[in-house]
């Protein structure tokens, strides 16, 4: 079932560094790319999503940037926050709105 | 309100002993999924209800079941566990629409089987 695979499993930045977060595919008929988090206690949330139509998706700090030949996309933090420390998740969507999980990424940004 | 509530928040079972966990939402969701998630390793699909309608995964087909009497109520249930069912399990809901992508999660349910 492994349908995405998702680097690095961790990763610490310093506060105001940017936080790169990286997920690959194989399947091409995927149309949905979310990215959710995770905060210790709480459950997954969905925090920014892209589909193949476009090559970049920005919500304030946070930026999708995603390749469809190489089917790649990736999660960008910038200016980091101890605040974003948490798990990140990349997901694909399939048909009837099945979301399959990347293994996820512990982001820490240290002060 | 977008909650979708999991009972109960821990559960330890008997290994070979019947586990039933239960879930549900208040937000007239089409679709109920469930997800089993262990440490370092991605959440991964069980089974989901569109409607009615049970879809289970290939490799989880015979492991899990799962009930889903009304809309807002939804059921996993384990006949026989064993010490690999140990894990989290998270159910989540969606809608059909404009929103239709976007899951939400329970807090889960910690299983421990010993």
């Known amino acids: 079932q492994q349908q995405v695979r998702q680097s690095p499993q961790s990763l610490t930045v310093w506060e105001g560094e940017t936080a790169i977060l990286n997920c690959s595919y194989e399947d091409s008929t995927f149309d949905y790319f979310p990215w959710y988090h995770q905060f210790p206690g709480e459950s997954p949330a969905l925090l920014i999503a892209?589909?193949?139509?476009?090559n970049k998706k920005e919500d304030g700090r946070f930026t999708i940037f995603f390749n469809k030949r190489e089917k790649k996309f990736s999660l960008h933090i910038a200016d980091s926050q101890p605040g974003d420390s948490a798990t990140y998740f990349c997901a694909v969507m399939s048909n009837y709105n099945v979301l399959y999980f990347g293994s996820g990424t512990k982001l820490t940004v240290e002060p | 309100d977008t909650t979708v509530k999991q009972n109960p928040r821990y559960k330890l079972a008997r290994v070979g002993k019947p586990v039933n966990l239960i879930c549900s939402q208040t937000m007239n969701h089409d679709t109920m999924y469930w997800y089993q998630k262990k440490p370092n390793q991605a959440p991964k699909l069980l089974l989901f209800y569109y409607d009615k309608i049970l879809n289970r995964e290939a490799d989880t087909f015979e492991k899990f079941q799962s009930s889903r009497p009304n809309n807002s109520f939804c059921s996993l249930y384990i006949g026989s566990a064993g010490l690999e069912y140990s894990a989290m399990y998270l159910c989540?809901?969606?809608?059909?629409?404009?929103?239709?992508?976007?899951?939400?999660f329970g807090s889960g349910t910690r299983l421990t089987v010993l």
């Open positions: 892209i589909r193949p139509v476009s």
């Open positions: 989540a809901s969606s809608r059909e629409g404009a929103s239709a992508e976007t899951l939400y």
